[in-house]
């Protein structure tokens, strides 16, 4: 059987898993981000003992990432605020350390390609796969394309209103204050509110705010991007209140303009969880290496 | 030598014209758009001589429109605010008056096709075509097809940080009150301002506001599509002054977070009028004709 290696590589944690091409996870681990040497190092570790089986590997990225195969810096992590991954290679040490094709993709892109290829968006050709945890990241499939167009998207750093009567919290956002990410990200939760969002009970007022800048951050994505369906993971987004207070608000807000039958009668089904929970990356990744085998780097 | 019909159908003003497929306007007609009944015949009036010689027609209608070709209100204007426009049959009446095959857009998607054909987009795959007049709407071309989604992008409609200290007004749309077209057409900034922006001074204090509100609604659709550029058409527009402002104030707001060099070296040519100028409608829709011919309606 022909075996596939997948990294999802974020911001806090890596998974890696090998793989067949339906998507079963043979064997995984997990382990949390720390220098770039180490972190690919303990990929690198994994995989090895495999090499001779894997077909390719296929890698989703934190971002901002350099999509461009004909940049230099193409397979790297470009300008993050995570201390040491600025201009970091990535897909590079796979690549060297294996001697197999390797795919290289940001990470909300290959949860995008996991959900659409076993997923909540099967047979759709327009959505979005949004995270929302350390930071606030986007992959869009537009027309049956991941869209990168000059870069890629950065859903996280749409700037939203913030009223601060309500919300006086500036935002924590190094680049942008109080871009979405800088409102609505979990490390922003918790600094509003002095502690983690895990701890803070159900009823707490943090949901309905944080709901409300999520919606927000919807209603702008609908606006520009006119997705069939909305697919929103990650760490915050665990908190079961916050999806239908986030369906809630959204309709609150687009106020019927929009003539869209799955926002105004089947919002339930509109905005979701991912279907794949926390393997949509890392599956996702498999499905990008089984697209990279013929083409390779 | 085959001639096909291009119709730009604007919430203001419709456009008719016959052409050939180098985008040669042959014959040209402006009126007001009135009541549906009375514009549409009016260019079925202009194109009613010729339909012996058209191969096709192309429309590009003001939105929100029906683009589901399995929609019974498949070629409607939907649920616009524009009194007697509200669920409009726009494609019908031409394709039945005329017995030629009819392409039905967004007015946008029509400009943007003219721009990416002969105009400002040529070679790209991924901009949005954006106008800023009597209403805020935009084109999107994703990796190289117009993005329709579950419908089409309302571009105008998103929302954006309104600091009512600086500035009070409430906004203008209907469904939204303060959304990006309820505080920057330019029913708003006459509203606003007490007079038309036509009349407003270069210097006026107007300019500079205006360009902040363009500014946000463009990061937001930098962040959410990340276009290789963007082309903003419109009345607004015609003010030279805004340009300028409007490139600083998204660099600023950008703050350098987007390794993109188009935006961080090159914003002069990343933010631009439409090469076309006001035909880029009309020749659109000569070029969705001509996309149509074969398929028909």
Redesign the interface.
């Known amino acids: 059987m022909t075996l596939y290696g997948g990294i999802e590589g974020g911001g806090t944690k890596f998974v890696c898993a090998i793989g067949n091409e339906n998507g079963d996870l043979l064997e995984t681990v997990r382990f949390p981000t720390t220098t770039p040497d180490e972190t690919m190092g303990r990929a690198l570790e994994f995989f090895r003992p495999h090499a001779e089986e894997l077909a390719s590997v296929g890698i989703g990225s934190f971002g901002?990432v350099?999509l461009n195969p004909n940049s230099p810096t193409f397979g790297y992590v470009?300008?993050t605020p995570k201390p040491g991954w600025s201009w970091a290679d990535v897909a590079g040490p796979i690549r060297a350390g294996l001697g197999v094709p390797v795919g290289f993709e940001l990470d909300v892109n290959i949860a995008a390609m996991g959900e659409h290829r076993w997923g909540a968006a099967q047979g759709l050709?327009?959505f979005i796969y949004l995270t929302i945890g350390t930071g606030i990241g986007?992959g869009?499939m537009?027309?049956?394309?991941?869209?990168?167009?000059?870069?890629?998207?950065?859903?996280?750093?749409?700037?939203?209103?913030?009223d601060r009567a309500v919300d006086p919290f500036a935002g924590a956002c190094p680049?942008?204050g109080?871009c979405f990410e800088g409102l609505a990200a979990g490390p922003s939760i918790e600094k509003r509110w002095g502690q983690k969002g895990a701890s803070l009970p159900e009823g707490h007022p943090a949901w309905e705010l944080e709901a409300h800048y999520v919606a927000?951050g919807l209603?702008?994505?609908i606006?520009?991007?006119?997705?069939?369906r909305i697919i929103i993971g990650g760490g915050v987004m665990q908190q079961p209140q916050l999806f239908p207070l986030v369906r809630e608000k959204v309709q609150k807000?687009?106020?019927?303009?929009?003539?869209?039958p799955?926002?105004l009668e089947g919002i339930d089904s509109y905005i979701v969880p991912p279907a794949l929970g926390g393997d949509a990356g890392v599956k996702g990744a498999l499905a990008l290496a089984f697209a990279s085998t013929g083409s390779g780097l």
């Open positions: 901002p350099d470009t300008t050709d327009t986007g869009v537009a027309e049956g394309k991941l869209l990168h167009g000059a870069m890629h998207p950065e859903m996280g750093h749409v700037l939203l209103p913030h680049f942008h109080d927000l209603v702008s994505f606006c520009s991007l006119s997705p069939q807000l687009l106020n019927g303009y929009l003539q869209i799955a926002i």
